[in-house]
T-cell receptor, first 114, second 114 residues
């Protein structure tokens, strides 16, 4: 398996623009997580899906952030409109719920909003 | 809710020496899993070692071992014969057995000096 695949690896956008981050989890994993990592806040869980259903979105900072998981092999995190304070590395991770397995992380997307 | 605390934001060690990173957690669950992840400058999150809470024996992976004290809710990581490639940020993480959701500590930045 290729692991968790995120795209793009890097994204630079202007303030006010819409940004969409993409994630393909590992096949067979039924839990998916979006994390944001910054120097100030460390690693924050934004949202957690189980079997494609959002279970916990309490970490989503505000309404400008939205996440979807239309099927077991794809998820998106959208920011609209983007702001400079959204600049961070965004990680997607997947795991097997109820199984003895850790979360496997993608390479992350470094987002810079100018 | 689960919490994970890493009380050492930064640590350093001389090459070939041993270092211990601390982690404490709080939970009311009886069955859970604990992990240590490593994040080198490449930013990839890499699993270092994992421990099942019902196992009394401490996990070991080559130069990495843990000291798991369930009653004290402590899960420290010992790195023996430190190598320059061990320089990274280390995250302690907790996962309940049925939820699949991981809670991460704030991380400890470890620098191995030549």
């Amino acid at each position: 398996d290729a692991g968790v695949i995120q795209s793009p690896r890097h994204e630079v956008t202007e303030m006010g623009q819409e940004v969409t981050l993409r994630c393909k989890p590992i096949s067979g994993h039924n839990s998916l997580f979006w994390y944001r990592q910054t120097m100030m806040r460390g690693l924050e869980l934004l949202i957690y899906f189980n079997n494609n259903v959002p279970i916990d979105d309490s970490g989503m900072p505000e309404d400008r952030f939205s996440a979807k998981m239309p099927n077991a092999s794809f998820s998106t995190l959208k920011i609209q409109p983007s702001e400079p304070r959204d600049s961070a590395v965004y990680f997607c991770a997947s795991s097997v719920t109820g199984g003895w397995t850790e979360a496997f992380f993608g390479q992350g997307t470094r987002l810079t909003v100018v | 809710a689960q919490t994970v605390t890493q009380s050492q934001p930064e640590m350093s060690v001389q090459e070939a020496e041993t270092v211990t990173l601390s982690c404490t957690y709080d939970t009311s669950e009886s069955n859970y899993y604990l992990f240590w992840y490593k994040q080198p400058p490449s930013r990839q999150m890499i699993l270092v070692i994992r421990q099942e809470a019902y196992k009394q024996q401490n996990a070991t992976e080559n130069r990495f071992s843990v000291n798991f004290q369930k009653a004290a809710k402590s899960f420290s990581l010992k790195i023996s014969d430190s190598q320059l490639g061990d320089t990274a940020m280390y995250f302690c993480a907790f996962m309940t057995s049925n939820a699949g959701k991981s809670t991460f500590g704030d991380g400890t930045t470890l620098t191995v000096k030549p």
